[in-house]
């Protein structure tokens, strides 16, 4: 579990009215897949960084399986079990081949030679980039480097895996190909996702959503009773997906529709 005891966190040392955090209280739990949401600015990403250690709370704590951020006899461990990808992935690659890409943080952490060629291979499957490991990562297409920085990640075993606007760069097919294989490989070999997106479409099925506003946590609760709350989301830069906001309409007109329905429901329905 990761546990966040009242952190407020300031870029600036704790200057008075600079904070990117203020006052949050989580628990995060090892098979959960937890969303964080809100407006540009509203500290998503700085709380991503604290949680594997890259920034330090200016108050409070944070544990990662009983490990301190903040201790350096603990920070190598939470940096293994806390892994994020990042919006760009071109940020994240060191390699020029594919394997070299994901054998790069597995000879780090000092792994045999032949171990790491069967994990490339496993990982790669896992992850469904059928390219092989010899092709230069230049020549991927952006899903496919996407779908490359998460196998990397996945190759050392997080616990805890945080998706940072992740598939913004994408293109909306290739977007729902990232979040199909990051789900598959999560049923194969279970972490915990913390995922940052601006598209609800991709939390539905969320164990809980988190609203950041202005550095706080302003709401915090199960997708059904969040997502029925559109002035809630509107105050937090939020839209529903189209199918979402047309079963609310319909509700508000008397029409007994649930509140997540099929299509075959919203034609029925209309
Ligand atoms: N490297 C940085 N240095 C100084 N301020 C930063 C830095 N990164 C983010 N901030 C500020 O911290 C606040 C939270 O930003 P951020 O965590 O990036 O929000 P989000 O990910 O929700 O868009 C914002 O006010 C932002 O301007
Ligand atoms: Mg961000």
Avoid at 83 to 90: A, D, L, R, T
Avoid at 95 to 115: A, C, M, Q, R, Y
Avoid at 179 to 190: C, G, I, S, W
Avoid at 202 to 225: N, S, Y
């Amino acid at each position: 579990m990761i546990c966040i005891r009242d952190v407020s966190f300031s870029y600036f040392g704790g200057e008075a009215d600079r904070w990117a955090l203020r006052d949050i209280d989580l628990d995060i739990k090892q098979d959960e897949f937890i969303a964080f949401l809100g407006p540009n600015g509203s500290g998503k990403s700085s709380l991503s960084k604290l949680l594997n250690g890259i920034e330090w709370p200016t108050e409070g704590s944070i544990t990662v399986d009983e490990l301190s951020t903040t201790d350096p006899a603990d920070i190598p461990s939470v940096r293994r079990l806390v892994q994020i990808v990042f919006q760009n992935p071109e940020n994240q690659q060191v390699g020029v081949t594919v394997g070299e890409d994901i054998s790069f943080g597995l000879s780090n952490i000092g792994w045999p030679h032949h171990d790491i060629r069967n994990r490339i291979r496993w990982v790669l499957d896992l992850v469904q980039l059928n390219v092989d490991e010899d092709r230069l990562v230049s020549q991927l297409s952006g899903g496919e480097k996407q779908k490359l920085a998460l196998a990397s990640v996945l190759a050392l075993s997080p616990r805890y895996l945080i998706l940072d606007e992740s598939t913004s760069m994408l293109d909306p097919i290739a977007r729902s190909q990232f979040v199909d294989t990051l789900h598959a490989a999560r049923k194969e070999h279970p972490f915990a996702i913390i995922y940052i997106t601006h598209h609800l479409v991709e939390v539905l099925h969320a164990d809980r959503l988190v609203l950041f506003k202005e550095g706080r946590i302003h709401q915090i609760g199960k997708p059904d009773d969040i997502l029925t709350d559109e002035d809630l989301l509107t105050s937090c830069g939020l839209e529903l997906p189209f199918d979402r906001s047309l079963a609310l309409s319909l509700r508000k007109a008397g029409i007994p529709i649930s509140v997540s329905p099929s299509i075959e429901e919203l034609r029925k329905w209309l």
